[in-house]
Nanobody
Framework: QVELVQSRGGSVESGDSLRLLCRSS????????MAWFRQLPGEAREAVAG????????YYEESVTGRFTAGHGDAETTIYLQMDNLQIEDSGFYYC??????????????????WGAGAQVAVSS
């Protein structure tokens, strides 16, 4: 049984920063990829950033490039998402996800086996 435990989101103002964390309950299972997805109001779930087992960030969603930073935390089974200069349009639910070991780092939700419960991020003006 593997659980992805996410930190809470938060309510911030436009231009503020927020950091999300995600850790696996199984430190011995090295995922092929850990990633952040988000679901904005009225939209499909989209990939925000993916981090390979080696720690390489394989992609950033275009609108967050230069503002968001992802990476491994203190272990290969943890990742963070540092969100700077948050905008109102970033508001939504953010999910941590992970693939099976050795699986590639894609931006397709269907390729991810494990999911966190989600964290709400609310950005106001």
């Amino acid at each position: 049984q593997v659980e992805l435990v996410q930190s809470r989101g938060g309510s911030v103002e436009s231009g503020d920063s927020l950091r999300l964390l995600c850790r696996s309950s199984n430190y011995d299972l090295i995922f092929g990829c850990m990633a952040w997805f988000r679901q904005l109001p009225g939209e499909a779930r989209e990939a925000v950033a993916g981090v390979s087992a080696s720690g390489l960030v394989t992609y950033y969603e275009e609108s967050v490039t230069g503002r968001f930073t992802a990476g491994h935390g203190d272990a290969e089974t943890t990742i963070y998402l540092q969100m700077d200069n948050l905008q109102i349009e970033d508001s939504g639910f953010y999910y941590c996800a992970a693939t099976d070991p050795f699986a590639p780092c894609t931006d397709e939700p269907v390729d991810f086996v494990y999911w966190g419960a989600g964290a709400q991020v609310a950005v106001s003006s």
